[in-house]
Structures are given as C-alpha cells and as structure tokens.
C-alpha cells in the first residue's frame, strides 16, 4: 500500500526556537495533504490543509504564522511551528489522499516537546 | 453537534468477548466511511473501509447505516492485541475529501 513517511518522530526544542516536520508520500503523487495535531486523550484535530502549489488551507484558530506549512512538491510537505512554546507540545501527524482521494495514509508522527 | 461522533469509552472486555462500537456523523452528504485503529503514541491505522453493504474482514464487521447516520464496528472473538483507539472517519462528498476524525473509542481487552 502507499506509504507516507514523516521525519523527525521525536523532537525536542527550547521555547522560542522553530522546528520543521517533514512530509512524503513515497510511492505516489498527493496533491492533498494534511497536518493534524493530537494532544493526550485528545481526537486527531485537523490543523490545515496543505495543496501542492498553493497556500494551505487553515482551521479556525489555527495561526498561519506560527504553523508555516510549504508543499513544493507532489511528494513533499512541511510543517514549521516558529517560536515554540511549551503549550506546542503535541503529537503531529500528516496524512495524504491516496490516489482515489478516498483512503488517507498517515506519517508515523512527530512527538514534539518545547522545554 | 460535532460532525463525527463516538462514545470515548473505555471499553473493558474479557477475551473472546464480542463488542461493538457505533460513530455517527451529521453530514448526510458524506460519502466515505472508515474505521481506523490507533495505539498508544502510534500514527493511526486503516482497519477497514465500511461499505453500504456491510463488509467483513475475520474477526471484524462493520455496518454503514446511512437512513440513521452510523456506521458501527463489531468485534468477535476479542484478543489481548485488539486493545487500541477505534478511530471512525468520515470523508465528506462535494471534493473537499477532507476526511474528519471521531474523537476514538478505548478498548482494553484483559485477560
């Protein structure tokens, strides 16, 4: 099946410092992806959506500017979280449409802490 | 009303126990329905699609009630490795494909 890798898995950062998530589908083109965080006995909360070639889409309350989110490429996303603070402690997963746009396959995700 | 729903549990089960779970969504318009597994600290995993029909896969069923807006996961036979989050998803129609998660349900299968 497709498969979506998603670098760093663990990550820890000092406040104020920014950290970069990476995300690729390996053996197939997304045009879609999306970044979603999931905080403890928390659901999986949808943070934006990344297009290839254009800007991501973001969800209300999510901010543009602390969270950059590029998609250069077909097989490429990344997700910045600039000026860190502890409350950004969270685990980060991407997912990307398969071809079909109906299945979604997951990054392994980031567990991210800010000291 | 959330778009996806799920009763959070836990779920505690002795072995070879038969269980089931329901999620329902509040956009009739949905299109794609599936039941994913997560675990602990883990990224979540495709158990199966949940088609107008019903499918199965061994041990595991799941229904789609579009009329009621559910779909449900039955477990049979319940193993010791079955403790996880049953994530259910929804993908919207219209090509957002944007698919929404269920907030999960706990199942903790004990010996």
């Known amino acids: 099946g497709a498969v979506v890798s998603q670098h760093p898995s663990r990550v820890i950062c000092k406040s104020g410092t920014s950290v970069k998530i990476e995300c690729r589908s390996l053996?197939?083109?997304?045009?879609?992806m999306f970044w979603y965080r999931q905080f403890p006995k928390q659901s999986l909360m949808l943070m934006a959506t990344?297009?290839?070639?254009?800007?991501?889409?973001?969800e209300q309350g999510v901010e543009k500017d602390k969270f950059l989110i590029n998609h250069a490429s077909l097989t490429l996303s990344t997700l910045t979280v600039t000026s860190a603070h502890p409350e950004d402690s969270s685990f980060y997963i991407c997912?990307?449409?398969?071809?079909?746009?109906?299945?979604?396959?997951f990054g392994q995700g980031t567990r991210l802490t800010v000291v | 009303r959330k778009e996806v729903e799920q009763d959070p549990g836990p779920f505690n089960v002795p072995e070879g126990a038969t269980v089931a779970f329901n999620c329902t969504y509040s956009?009739?318009?949905?299109?794609?329905f599936f039941w994913y597994r997560q675990d602990c600290r883990k990224e979540p995993k495709l158990l199966m699609s949940v088609y107008s029909s019903g499918n199965e896969d061994g041990r595991f069923t799941a229904q789609l009630n579009r009329a009621s807006q559910y779909i449900s996961l039955l477990i049979r036979d319940s193993k010791l490795s079955d403790s996880a989050t049953y994530l259910c998803v929804v993908t919207p129609s219209g090509g957002s494909y944007i698919p929404t998660f269920g907030r999960g349900t706990s199942l903790i299968v004990h010996p």
């Open positions: 990344s297009n290839e070639g254009s800007k991501a889409t973001y």
């Open positions: 997912s990307a449409l398969g071809q079909l746009n109906t299945e979604a396959f």
């Open positions: 956009n009739s318009a949905s299109q794609s």
């Open positions: 053996d197939f083109q997304a045009t879609t």
